[in-house]
């Protein structure tokens, strides 16, 4: 029904920066909150950051001034700004798609984000 794509993770050293992706395609006709989640090994899933469809944003307290999150609605795609990445941001970092209406939610299929020297 729904697909998401991510891109753009990859090795970063500390202090670097990246720019994540995340397309969706398919049947997307209800309102929808798109976000970014990581999952580190050995812990659980945590928000990162989302973006309802008017643009309103919520970051974790751990990215807030670092990373910023933005949305293209005509091109149904997510985008994650991460400078000043830090080791312990080093996750696999997945996409997320909240269909308001419909209340079904989606996720791509992750990308590795690591930070080292």
């Known amino acids: 029904q729904v697909q998401l794509v991510e891109s753009g993770g990859g090795l970063v050293q500390p202090g670097g920066s990246l720019r994540l992706s995340c397309a969706a395609s398919?049947?997307?006709?209800?309102?929808?909150?798109m976000g970014w989640y990581r999952q580190a090994p050995g812990k659980q899933r945590e928000l990162v950051a989302d973006i309802t469809s008017s643009g309103r944003t919520n970051y974790a307290g751990s990215v807030k001034g670092r990373f910023t999150i933005s949305r293209d609605n005509a091109k149904n795609t997510v985008y994650l700004q991460m400078n000043s990445l830090k080791p312990e941001d080093t996750a696999v970092h997945y996409c997320k798609l909240w269909a308001t209406v419909r209340r079904q939610d989606y996720w791509g299929q992750g990308t590795q984000v690591t930070v080292s020297s």
């Open positions: 398919g049947s997307i006709f209800s309102m929808y909150v």
